[in-house]
C-alpha cells in the first residue's frame, strides 16, 4: 500500500443472540507507534443493517474502506476493529476470559511504502 491508496476492508459478523443496541463499527489504522492515521466509522453496511435487525447465526458482510493519507511514513500499520455505542466500545474478550484493553480486534498489520 502506498498513500493516496483505497484499502478495501471486507468485515463479516454474526450475532450470537438478539442484539438489543444499536452498534456502530470502527475500522482504525494504526501508526507503528499506535497513533490513529485514517478511520471509518458506521453502522453495518453503511446504517442499512442495524445490530438491532440481526438475526441469531446471520452473517452480515459489512465493507469499509479506508484511504491512506498523502504524506504517510512508511511502516507496518495495524488494522483494528470494534464496535460502540454512544461513548462506550462494546468489551473485547479474548479467547479466556481476559477483557482486552483498548476493546478493539487485531485483524490485520499492512505495510505502508512511500
Do not use: C, K
Amino acid at each position: 500500500m502506498r498513500p493516496g491508496n483505497i484499502l478495501p476492508i471486507t468485515l463479516r459478523w454474526r450475532a450470537l443472540q438478539p442484539i438489543g443496541q444499536r452498534y456502530t463499527v470502527f475500522v482504525h489504522l494504526l501508526s507503528p507507534e499506535m497513533n490513529l492515521v485514517t478511520q471509518h466509522d458506521s453502522e453495518p453496511l453503511n446504517g442499512l443493517s442495524p445490530t438491532t435487525s440481526w438475526s441469531t447465526g446471520e452473517i452480515i458482510v459489512d465493507p469499509h474502506q479506508l484511504t491512506i493519507p498523502p504524506g504517510t511514513s512508511a511502516g507496518i500499520y495495524q488494522i483494528r476493529v470494534g464496535l460502540y455505542a454512544g461513548n462506550a466500545r462494546l468489551q473485547v474478550i479474548d479467547s479466556g476470559t481476559t477483557q482486552v484493553n483498548d476493546n478493539s480486534i487485531l485483524i490485520t498489520q499492512i505495510e505502508i511504502r512511500p
